[in-house]
């Protein structure tokens, strides 16, 4: 039977602990979840449960998921969602001075994120962005059809580090240890 790290609960054969840094972040990070990403091996939304302080995750199948979507909009005083919608406007010319409490990130593949999006229509009240001009991700043991897609790690961080400007080198760190240890068919890489 393959042990688990209790900490970080990767298996032990490939243990994380020595990697994660904690994070605070001043906003607070809602990463809405497709079921089908929960238990993926790959997943990068388990690094940033290692390591950001600030984050709530909410699966979309779970039994409260509307109450708690609701619960944290509710708590917040001016959330803003990041995808890029028809009306997004680039969070690269976000005004900093934008009071923004709470963001919200979808994790799933492009496809299951525009699923998330349109199944949840009051999330489109909120102001949203999208990324302009985002960088190349270095995410490459998840396959893509899409140029310029990044990791939700990948997009949490580059929010981040516009709207709070706060260090997020050790979710980079964090995620670049994960495809060191690595050890899947190496046909699974990104080209």
């Not at 042990?3 to 809602?30: D, E, G, R």
């Not at 779970?62 to 406007?89: E, G, R």
Request: hydrophobic share 35%.
């Amino acid at each position: 039977m393959r042990q688990y790290c209790k900490q970080c609960h990767f298996p032990a054969s490939t243990c994380l602990c020595f990697a994660i840094q904690p994070i605070q972040s001043s906003v607070k990070v809602l990463v809405i979840q497709h079921p089908k990403e929960v238990h993926h091996a790959k997943n990068t939304v388990r690094l940033l449960k290692l390591s950001l302080q600030n984050l709530v995750v909410l699966i979309e199948n779970q039994d409260d998921f509307k109450t708690q979507l609701t619960h944290y909009l509710n708590l917040a005083n001016y959330p803003a969602i990041i995808y890029p919608s028809p009306t997004s406007s680039p969070l690269e010319q976000m005004n900093n001075n934008t009071p923004h409490d709470l963001l919200i990130l979808f994790d799933g593949s492009w496809r299951q994120a525009y699923g998330l999006w349109c199944r949840h229509k009051q999330l489109h009240l909120l102001p949203q962005y999208h990324f302009s001009a985002p960088p190349n991700s270095t995410y490459t043991i998840r396959h893509t059809q899409r140029d310029n897609s990044l990791s939700t790690l990948e997009a949490v961080a580059y929010t981040l580090s516009h709207t709070d400007r706060c260090d997020v080198r050790p979710l980079y760190n964090l995620q670049d240890a994960m495809q060191l240890q690595w050890q899947g068919p190496a046909n699974h890489q990104r080209r």
